[in-house]
Every structure is written in C-alpha cells, then in structure tokens.
C-alpha cells in the first residue's frame, strides 16, 4: 500500500510515496514518447521532493563511532585523515606514515538491500579507511575496528547517483524497479550508488554495529569468516 510519507524505500515499492506511485502509474499507461518523457519529468519532479531509504557501510574503532554521533558521516579530507591516524594510534593501532588521504572528498552510499550483501559492501565492512581514505592501513587497524551499517533517510536532492563509473538519473532506475513488478528487468537496470561531498547528521539509533538484529537482517556478513578472534 502506498504511503503518505515522502520516504522512498528503494525495495518496498508498494510502500512508496502515493503521488510518486500515482505518476509512475501513468506513466506506464502513457503512450507515446511525447507522453513518456513528460511521465519522467513529473517523476523526476516528484523526487525532488522526496526522501531516500538510504545505508552507509563502514568499519570503525570504538572512538570513531562517538565521534559520528557528535558530529555526523564527514567526507574524506585531511582534517578526517588526521582524526582517524589519531585514533589508530590511541587503539594501539598506528597508521603507516606512507598511507594516503583520500582525495575523492565523497561519503559513498548504497540503496539497495541486495547491495548490502558480503559480496558487494563487504569491503567497506572489512576495510577500515573505506574506498580509499589510508587505504595502504588496511590490515594495520582492520582487526582492532568492528563493521557498521547506518541507515538512514536523506533527501534525494543532496545525493549524486552513480552506476560503475558513470553518473545516472534516479528516476530511471525508479522507473525500472516499478516496472520490475509486472515485467522483466535486468538488475543492472535498477542497480546504483550515490555519494555527496557534504557532512551528513546521523541519529544514535541510526548507527547499526553487527550484534545488531538489524544488521543481520540488512547483511549476511560475518566477521568471523575474515579475521580470528582478537
């Protein structure tokens, strides 16, 4: 059943916002391609104004979590590079002075539960320092960290999205998982990521460590099967 709300749960289409469903609706009955790129426009429009079901996959120290509940997800900079070789180095963990900062300035997040699968987000879950940020310490502060997902809702405006390496409209791979329902849809045709370049403000309860039920539900992964019990 559609929702009153503006949250767009990327896999619970018949949870979608009800004037988002309404467009997508018609579009589907339109005809012609006059009628299908004015469909796309409205739904383009519509999500403008909507909210995004949306999961940041991460591997933290203990003091990096507090650290997010003060102050929220930061994107990759030297002030985040310094702050985190700091709290290597108080868990006993220094980074190794060769270890780079990442340059990409982009907290990344997926959108699909699928893509919170080992296979797929189980490098940021295992890697301490994410995509890139010092990635020459990984194994240096891996094991000492614990994964993390934060979910979260977040405008749809603030968010770029990307499929591989090339940036793609949301609405296009809305469109596609509507019409996965009914018809069929390759995966790559509804698959995405997103990233901004800007600080984003978590709640408490959004920060989901691994004896989370939560976790388990979003995740099959399992540190176990990648590092010993410390």
Known sequence: MAAWDDVIDFDNVGDWPMDLTGWLRLLEQSAGHEQQARGEQLVRDCLQGSRIRTYHCTRLLAS???????????????????????????????????????????IWFYHRRADLDAAIAGPMLRSWGGKELLAASRGVVDSAAQPYIIAF???????????????CRLETRIINQYLAQSSTVAPEDTAFESYTDKPVQVEETDIIPARDARFSALSNYCDELHFQAV
């Open 64 to 106: 990096e979590v507090e650290a997010i509940k003060r102050k929220g997800l930061r994107p990759p900079s030297a002030d985040l590079a310094r702050d985190k070789r700091e709290a290597a180095s108080a868990a006993r963990r220094p980074v190794p002075f060769w270890a780079q900062d990442d340059p990409s300035d982009k």
């Open 153 to 167: 809702d977040y405008p749809v405006k603030e968010l770029k999205y990307v499929f591989r390496i090339s940036h």
